[in-house]
């Protein structure tokens, strides 16, 4: 009787794919992996191949009823078929176990899905937007945020973030600077393989731990004129020494995959560019993870002008290297018949896959597919108290204080009466920034709330002017306020009755971001003219400004006494900027992006190329290089950034002026900290190559060191060059250092003045 039963349910499991077709366990031995995953794609057909490759996004209420018709219908068939490798914007333990038990019990070979999801700068809990958290120039802080991340996305069942943007920048007309690290690759890197670290932790299989993503691949912080999704255009050397340093570290700090980019770049769009994708990244890098398409790339080859129809656009992107494909459903269609017909060879399906089932592994989904779906765990890490801290501690450290003349910071405790003024005051929903799709809105503490809770509310709040109109959304325009003044008069009142004017002003979180390019980058709407006008009534202002990217602000900048850049700084927003703003927490933040000017002046970068003409030439001559109608320089330079604290640099010494190829140059420095507060200050090195095979930046960010001094005290930091840390792509297109004289620069910014001279011999 047993032995029939047994026959029986063999049988049955057979036919529904429970049980024989299933793969077996993995074997814990770490040296086995591959021939684990080798094992199963021999017993793969083509169609469970590509399915492999066939990432969709959520499209039904997976705990509720089966679809019977549409779109939705066909992806659950797909599922149950075989035919999805991965998911994304799948976002909580429930819909997690509910589609992995579709796959897993219903599919043939029931390989587990992989879940991804933009967790960009935290999932519930938000941290700072990652420009913001740049600006901190805190690595481990950045890596602690990025963790916090981790934990509260894998307890949600998500096994894969899209992130960390490690694009390089240098126009913030562009939204997507809200994303990234900034315009300096060497900052860049650190940044970026900090926050892999931070998500990926010390093992994959850790059920705390998410695999990263490194983006745009690669480009697409060029776009030209700021717009997104536009065409890029450069050439070798700003590929190889600014584009690429930052996605090397990250693959070298153990990035698990990477996204292409929806840019052309040198006429060839990113998806279908063999060039990166096979030549450099799976090939001179070595890369050994996967690579996924941004959302519908593959499809996008067609309006590119790159492919004639879906068919050539599968095939353009699989020959290139791009892996898995997002949403665009092409590979699916078209890659069996490109296969079959022998114009895409199998063996490029094949790695593909083993890729993809490589990373599966080592998340430990064939172990366990459903460890990352405990539903008890979820509701553990999302009301863990700590969080709160974390990301508490990441915003005090990426405010940077712009200006602070007259020490009008920080603000007194003892009877200061405190007019709040403007539309980002009150508000709880911009601080979480752009990327907060699986947050709660208006889960941010405001300044107004952290300013009443700091002073037991003592502080008179008014709007001035609403900053938009109508709902905002993330895939929506937000509609800017330009209209409405009737607040400005009350506004006004209690300005002119207040000791002191906090005005907080800037962008709302839905003006940077994705698909959020701006032309004129002024406080937008009415903020202009409420500032203006309240500070014809009392000049003791203290602008605090909630931004994405670097803004004009030259009026405030000429005028204004105090300035505090507090970015969208996440859920502890207001209590952060209540600490800095009564000094509480002295401010050591420090710019990652320069502020221009004008939008003319754009691109503006510290690191630029010298020109022919630098320099005024005198007597009125109008030969050299500049604007008739505006002077070169930044509002506020990249790595600038203010404390209470007065620090001074004296001392400069290098420990040899001749450095050789396999020796080690000390630049030594002191710095002092000639006021009474205590405080930390980001010590800078900079380089300047005078003379290569191609031109070299005026300056180039080689090192930085986070110093904390009590007031009266100074000490000696040393900085240490290698001839490795001078190298650059050059004209004999090689990453390779070659002899010549050399500057170092020592200060709080990119425009410090202490500077002493080497020559490399090697």
Known sequence: MKASLFIFLSALASLNGLFAQQPAQPPTDDNSRNAFIRELLSRMTLEEKVGQMNQYNGFWDVTGPVPENGDAERKYEDLRNGRVGSMLN???????????????????????????????????????????????????????????????????????????????????????????????????????AARVRGFQGDDLSDPLTIAACLKHFAGYGFAEGGRDYNTADFGLSTLYNVVLPPFKAGVEAGAATVMNSFNVLNGIPATADRFLQRDILKGAWGFDGFVVSDWGSIGELIPHGYA???????????????DMDMESGMYLSELP????????????VDEAVLRILGLKYDLGLFEDPFRYSDAEREKQVLADPSRLETVRDM???????????????????????????GPLA????SPLGSWRLTSDPNSAVSVAQGLAAYTGNRVAYE?????????????????????????????VALAR?????????????????????????????????????????????????????????????????????????????????????????????????????????????????????PEYPGDNLVFWSHYMDQDNGPLFAFGHGLSYSDFAYSDLRLSTPELSGTGSLEIRVRLENKSTVGGTEIAQLYVRDHFGSRARPVRELKGFQKVYLEGGASREITFTLTAEDLAYYTANNRWEAEDGQFSVFVGGSSQADLKADFSLKQ
């Open 90 to 192: 799948i976002t909580n333990t429930a819909d997690t176990r509910r589609l992995q038990e579709i796959v897993v019990n219903e599919s043939r070979l029931g390989i587990p899905l992989l879940f991804g999801q933009d967790v960009i700068h935290g999932l519930k809990t938000t941290s700072p937007i990652p420009l913001a958290e740049a600006a901190s120039w805190d690595l481990e802080a950045i890596r602690n945020s990025a963790r916090l991340a981790a934990r509260e996305a894998a307890a949600s069942g998500i096994h894969w973030t899209f992130a960390p943007m490690v694009d390089i920048s240098r126009d913030p007309r562009w939204g997507r600077v809200m994303e990234g690290a900034g315009e300096d690759p060497y900052l860049g890197s650190l940044v970026g």
């Open 308 to 322: 004639a129809d879906r068919n050539e656009a599968a095939q353009q992107a699989i020959l290139a290297g791009s």
């Open 337 to 348: 018949s490109l296969v079959r017909s022998g114009k895409v060879p199998e063996a490029l």
């Open 395 to 421: 915003a005090r450290k990426s405010i940077v204080l712009l200006k602070n003349e007259g020490n009008l910071l920080p603000l007194s405790k003892d009877g200061l009466s405190i007019g709040l003024i």
């Open 426 to 429: 009150g508000d709880t929903d």
């Open 463 to 491: 709007q001035g002017v609403p900053l938009v109109e109508g709902e905002t959304a993330f895939v929506f325009e937000t509609k800017i306020n330009t209209t409405d003044r009737s607040g400005i008069p009350t506004a």
């Open 497 to 613: 009755e207040s000791d002191v004017v906090v005005l907080v002003l800037g962008e709302h979180g839905f003006q940077s971001g994705e698909g959020r390019s701006r032309t004129d980058l002024g406080l937008p709407g009415l903020q202009q003219e409420l500032l203006e006008a309240v500070y014809a009534v009392n000049r003791n202002v203290v602008l605090v400004l909630m931004n994405g990217r670097p803004l004009t602000i030259n009026w405030a900048a000429e005028n204004v006494p105090a300035i505090v850049e507090a970015w969208h700084l996440g859920t502890e927003s207001g209590n952060a900027i209540a600490e800095v703003l009564y000094g509480d927490y002295n401010p050591s933040g420090k710019l990652p992006m320069t502020f221009p000017k004008s939008v003319g002046q754009i691109p503006l970068y510290y690191s630029h190329l010298s020109t022919g003409r």
